[in-house]
């Protein structure tokens, strides 16, 4: 795995509506055109909504998140909370993943993983 691009989750398990704060890290000197940030929680449709991103506040109800180099203004940090509505029988696996894009391609990525629990 190489350090290029890092994604770091401040919590390991969330329950449904509870906030997840994540971290991106752009250690890549190269070209490239995006970052995306994706979830999947693991035997659902159900996906993380992102509700700020570096400290500013957005509105994306999808799972998948495209911020352009251009947007970040020559940041290499990116802060994100998100949150989901699914409620699990007992708990879910969530994968994340964060991707460097270079015109069209993947070239760097790195992956973390968290658990949504049922609420007590």
Do not use: C
Not at 41 to 50: G, K, M, P
Not at 77 to 91: G, L, N, W, Y
């Amino acid at each position: 795995m190489s350090n290029e691009v890092t994604l770091s989750l401040q919590e390991n398990e969330v329950a449904a509506g509870q906030e997840l704060h994540g971290k991106v890290a752009i250690n890549y000197a190269g070209r490239w055109d995006s970052v995306v940030i994706n979830s999947q929680i693991e035997n659902s449709s159900d996906v993380f909504s992102y509700s700020f991103l570096n400290g500013k506040k957005v509105n994306h109800p999808y799972a998948r998140l495209s911020i352009f180099k251009a947007e970040l203004k020559g940041s290499t940090a990116i802060d994100f909370v998100a949150s989901t509505k699914h409620v699990p029988a007992e708990s879910s696996s969530v994968k994340f993943r964060v991707t460097l894009i270079q015109e069209h391609k993947e070239i760097y990525s790195d992956i973390a993983y968290i658990k949504v629990v049922v609420k007590n």
